[in-house]
């Protein structure tokens, strides 16, 4: 019995020093003292020993039975201190804190604001607008009837105005910026310096250099005796400036149906440097702009005396000469909204 105590006692007390945390001390602590725990079953047993050594069997146990509560007692307190240092290791008030990452301008954001400057040197403002249009002001009002092929190039989104009074097919998505000119001129008597940044939507295919969601430029100068090389010298101006000095512009000639004549403007490829490469698709040039002078059936439109006024405008798309000026080969990479994307601008 005196060998069974002692052996007990032994086994408790390096149990109870190999825990590591409450849950396993309480454990150990049913095992041994619960109410079949392996001491108290021992305990229960002195009953059947002879009388007259139940008294120093009874000792014996007692001292067992303190020895293990002490020692579940110190363990208890070695737990509890290790686990408030841990706590205090998680939450270290003294060590310096994480910055904070602060935001940026996003691509097309930073080039809008740039390219609005590089205007305004030369007096042009900018001017904001409706991104839903009636027809009139998107096509009709432009030079572009019903019935004008120029409508198929530009796939249009119409708005769903079956609950309302609305012609079917009136209220549309608007494909080009150009609708402000018409806004604008109606608004505004001549002379006119000013440039539309802008959303449009077309329904399109979306790949790497289309999307039915994208930005537009479009900018129009209304005086007396504007010509077509006032044209030419702004838009060289900007795209110089723009682009960089180095830059070179050519314009040949194209067809639109509000500019009477039109032309396109081309910059030399800034990574081939005109030799030729996968970018430029070979010909040393890129596509940036159309332009022109405005037909006189627009200006008609808007109550400008076509006899009196001159005026040129121009378009390009804004989401591509963000994709241009950074030498990205997607579009759509532009309303990624991946971080690892973002953070390189
Ligand atoms: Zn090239």
Request: hydrophobic fraction near 35%.
């Amino acid at each position: 019995m005196e060998e069974e105590l002692i052996q007990i006692k032994n086994t408790a007390v390096s149990l109870i020093l190999d825990t590591k945390n409450q849950k396993e001390l309480e454990d150990i602590k049913l095992q041994f003292l619960g109410r079949n725990g392996k001491l108290t079953l021992a305990i229960r047993e002195i009953a059947k020993i002879a009388i007259e050594k139940r008294p120093e069997i009874g000792q014996l146990a007692n001292g067992v039975k303190q020895t293990i509560e002490e020692t579940i007692e110190e363990q208890e307190l070695r737990i509890s201190s290790q686990e408030s240092i841990k706590r205090k290791e998680r939450i270290d008030v003294t060590s310096p804190g994480i910055k904070s990452n602060i935001g940026h301008l996003h691509p097309i954001t930073y080039v809008l604001s740039e390219i609005v400057d590089i205007f305004k040197k030369i007096g042009f403002q900018a001017a904001d607008g409706p991104e839903i249009e009636t027809d009139y002001y998107n096509f009709e009002a432009l030079n572009i009837p019903k019935d004008h092929p120029a409508r198929d190039t530009q796939q249009t989104l119409y708005l769903d105005t079956r609950k309302s009074k609305v012609t079917p097919g009136e209220i549309i998505l608007r494909t080009q910026t150009s609708n402000m000119q018409i806004r604008v001129m109606e608004k505004m008597k001549p002379p006119l310096r000013v440039i539309v940044p802008g959303k449009v939507f077309r329904y399109e295919q979306v790949d790497t250099s289309h999307g039915f969601e994208f930005w537009q430029l479009e900018g129009f100068m209304i005086d007396k005796k504007v010509t077509l090389s006032d044209l030419f010298g702004t838009l060289t101006f900007f795209l110089k400036e723009f682009f960089g000095k180095e830059t070179k512009v050519k314009f040949v000639c194209h067809n639109f149906p509000f500019v009477e004549p039109g032309a396109e403007a081309y910059i030399s490829c800034s990574i081939c440097k005109e030799k030729g490469c996968s970018f430029c698709k070979n010909s040393g040039w890129i596509e940036i702009l159309g332009a022109g002078m405005i037909h006189p059936n627009v200006l008609k439109a808007v109550k400008i005396d076509p006899n009196l006024w001159q005026g040129f405008a121009f378009g390009t798309g804004l989401s591509r000469m963000v994709t241009l000026k950074y030498q990205m080969n997607d579009l759509r990479l532009l309303t990624n909204p991946d971080l690892r994307i973002l953070e390189q601008f």
